[in-house]
């Protein structure tokens, strides 16, 4: 028996929207938003993504209304007191990428700050800070910045960091966003699953 095209057509449908969302969902698996959470936005070329950061950190240490060019950037620089002049100073940063267009914005290490480290970029999302000697990761994660122990205020504690050294101890309402290789590979193998599943059903139905 002929099955109708109206039903089939919506079925079709409701698939490829379910595929554009799991590609949506896909670039967040592979960010890492440090003190934020990556929130998908198809809008926001050409990455399609930012990082809503939590209260107290920031992307950048630029002003506001230049940081909404570089919302992608994971939030990794704390607001509290930090004294930069016992820091080397930081290397001058590139224009800012107004236009979507520009390769540049695929490069997080034009723009982002690793204190008394090397920016290294490991994918077009990530990065890592490789530290001097006598500098540590914040959080023992290396896409955060690397600091000494004379750089961080007293007030610092107040986000988690231990300001008598700068490895960190997380309090229990502390998160930091990261990714992992086994991690996605095991969400993008789920999302394959559930293609081949949705498929299978639409073969079903137009049979």
Not at 141 to 147: D, E, I, L, M, N
Request: proline share 7%; hydrophobic share 35%; net charge negative.
């Amino acid at each position: 028996m002929a099955t109708s095209s109206h039903p089939a057509s919506a079925v079709l449908l409701l698939f490829f929207l379910s595929i554009t969302a799991f590609g949506d969902s896909e670039k967040c698996s592979q960010v890492s938003c440090g003190k934020g959470t990556c929130e998908s936005k198809p809008d926001y070329l050409p990455h399609g993504f930012i990082c809503e950061c939590d209260s107290g950190w920031r992307r950048t240490r630029l002003t506001d209304s230049e940081e909404q060019y570089l919302q992608f950037l994971p939030c990794i620089i704390p607001n509290c007191s930090i004294n930069y002049s016992c820091m080397p100073p930081a290397p001058p940063l590139p224009a800012i990428p107004i236009n979507s267009s520009d390769v540049s914005v695929f490069n997080p290490c034009n723009w982002v700050y690793c204190g008394e480290g090397t920016c290294k970029n490991s994918s077009d999302y990530m990065h890592m800070c490789e530290c001097q000697p006598g500098a540590y990761n914040l959080f023992n994660v290396s896409h955060f910045p690397c600091y000494s122990d004379c750089a961080l205020g007293s007030d610092c504690s107040k986000l988690g960091i231990n300001v008598s050294k700068t490895s960190v101890t997380l309090g229990p309402t502390s998160s930091i966003s990261q990714t992992s290789s086994s991690g996605n590979h095991g969400m993008r193998s789920w999302k394959l699953n559930w293609i081949v599943i949705t498929m299978m059903f639409l073969a079903a139905i137009l049979w």
